[in-house]
């Protein structure tokens, strides 16, 4: 499943709005003070099985605090209790193998043991299976289409980084040196990241936009097209159809096996809508 998205920022205002120095916030949660500078910095992400003990700490509710779409997998479970594999075997007495194997979906817990990893998360049974389930395939819940800039982002960094993906800082770094000049700073990458911020605000006003999409896009190795709106998207490729249409003659739309090839039937749709609209706006042929 996705992981929770780390804001070190929103760490930093929370931290701030109480009035904490970073060595109360490491003293609640069992670090260094340097590691709570990292994470604010950005340079380092809290691991996962810190991220509960964080928003505790705060009394902020951790599904607020650190969001995560879709439904929970066991390993899901056994982080927001806070613990590794190792924690979790020890305070369940139940062997690290047998976790790691239902984890990976690779064997199942059975009714025995369920109950024992149900009363260490502080979980109920019912909440074990049906993150079993997930684990395991059961359930397959349809992932939401990434629509907004940090929707996608997310996206990207949760399935080419499945581990620990590069900080805000690493990040930032990389695009302005593929841009050739400063375009952003870690904790504006953050706030785009994390949607608190739009581009437009984050630039400033600044014509740097399509630098950015170029150097990010090049970044996570996907084509600057994918960043656009759905709407830009299509507007593009009916203005490609039209140079095809003015080289052949006339304008048409070969439809059949569009959705094999991978363009869902709403895009379908809007791609017919706009060119049936181009049509009606264009001035007929010779000869029709």
């Known amino acids: ?15 701030r709005a109480r009035e904490w120095h970073q060595a109360d916030v490491a003293r609640a949660v069992g ?44 390993k899901d479970l056994r982080t927001d209790a806070g613990f590794s594999q190792i924690d979790a075997a020890k305070i369940s ?7 790691s194997g239902a984890e990976l979906g690779h064997k199942p817990l059975d009714a025995r043991v369920i109950t024992k990893v149900a009363e260490a998360y502080n979980v109920t049974e019912q909440q074990v299976r049906a993150a079993q389930s997930v684990s395991f395939g059961d359930i397959a819940p349809t992932p939401a289409v ?23 800082r690493e990040f930032a770094d990389q695009i302005n040196a593929r841009a050739g000049r400063q375009l952003v700073t870690a904790q504006q ?3 785009v990241r994390t949607g608190r911020q739009q581009l437009a605000q984050v ?32 507007q593009q490729v009916v203005e490609s159809i039209k140079l095809l249409a003015a080289a052949s003659g006339g304008l048409a739309l070969a439809a059949r096996g569009a959705e094999q090839a991978g363009l869902a039937p709403e ?20 000869g029709q």
Do not use: C
């Open 93 to 99: 007495g139940v062997p690290r193998g047998v976790l």
């Open 146 to 168: 990434p629509q907004t800039l940090s929707e996608k982002v997310t996206y990207l960094l949760n399935h080419t980084y499945p581990g620990a993906p590069p900080s805000d």
């Open 203 to 234: 630039l400033a006003g600044a014509p740097d936009e399509a630098a950015f999409y170029e150097s990010l896009a090049e970044v996570l190795g996907v084509s600057p097209v994918y960043f656009q709106s759905g709407e830009k998207v299509a």
């Open 31 to 74: 670090v260094e003070r340097a590691m709570v500078a990292q994470w604010e910095a950005g340079t380092r992400f809290a691991s996962a099985e810190k991220l509960a003990t964080i928003a505790a700490a705060f009394s902020r509710p951790l599904d607020e605090m650190f969001p995560r779409k879709g439904p929970a997998d066991l």
């Open 189 to 191: 990458f953050a706030a």
């Open 1 to 15: 499943m996705p992981a929770r998205q780390f804001n070190g920022e929103l760490l930093r205002q929370e931290r």
């Open 267 to 286: 895009m379908i749709a809007k791609l017919v809508a706009l060119i049936e609209a181009e049509r009606d706006s264009s001035p007929p042929a010779s």
